[in-house]
């Protein structure tokens, strides 16, 4: 019995120190376990530093983006406005083939067509109507062959001066030899240097013989 007593007791104070060993005992007096707990504190810092550095890195891109020049277009802009300037003369006759005028040509498709058209044939042109239409005392227009095309940017007109030439869709040609003040959808093609021998010509234009009409003959230009 006193051996099995003996053999108990060791056991007890083992178990005993064991215990006591584990358990820390506060100030206050309450014991805490003396267990190991993992640093989250520092994981979550390793962490937060983590993202940290991403969230900077991703700045460090938006701002290398953002400040990357962008390149411009570019940008022409053309001038629409057609301007006066000549292009070329045609040689105009009225009637008397050996006093020519010259006709200065505007720099527009119209009149480069009408140059054309005029290099690949002279034209000699009727007209019909001299003296028994609105405002002839002004004015003549001569008839152009449909099988010429000619293009044209009509716009309002309804001042005209001595000597403009204009065309008048379709295919018709409008000289004024006295200034006016006639209404029309004309495409300028060019003016005549007017003198009294212009108008005296225009208006004295003689009636061929046998066709009961005037004639007027257009060349190309020197």
């Known amino acids: 019995m006193k051996n099995n007593f003996f053999k108990v007791i060791p056991i007890i104070l083992i178990t005993a120190l064991a215990a006591t060993g584990c ?3 506060d100030s206050n007096g309450s014991s805490s376990t003396n267990a190991y707990t993992p640093v989250i504190s520092n994981l979550n810092g390793n962490s937060d530093n983590t993202n940290s ?17 962008t ?27 050996s006093n020519p005028f010259t006709l200065h040509l505007y720099d527009n498709d119209t009149a ?8 690949t044939a002279d034209w000699q042109l009727p007209i019909y109507h001299y003296d028994d239409y609105e405002n002839w005392e002004v004015m003549q227009y001569y008839d152009v062959p449909s099988r010429y095309d000619i293009p044209f940017a009509a716009e309002s007109v309804s001042s005209e001066k001595a ?8 295919n018709r040609i409008v000289l004024f030899y006295g200034d006016a003040q006639v209404s029309g959808e004309y495409t300028k093609v060019g003016y005549f240097d007017f003198t009294e021998e212009f108008k005296s010509a225009v208006e004295n234009n003689p009636v061929v013989e046998g066709w009961g009409n005037k004639l007027v003959f257009i060349q190309p230009g020197d």
């Open 23 to 25: 358990a820390k005992t």
């Open 53 to 69: 550095s991403a969230e900077s890195s991703s700045d460090n891109r938006s701002e290398s983006q953002s400040s990357e020049s």
């Open 71 to 97: 390149p411009e277009s570019d940008i022409s802009s053309g001038n629409s406005s057609v301007g006066q300037s000549e292009a070329g003369t045609l040689k105009v006759s009225f009637g008397d083939r």
């Open 112 to 119: 480069a067509a009408i140059a054309r058209h005029v290099g």
């Open 163 to 170: 000597g403009e030439v204009y065309y008048s869709e379709p």
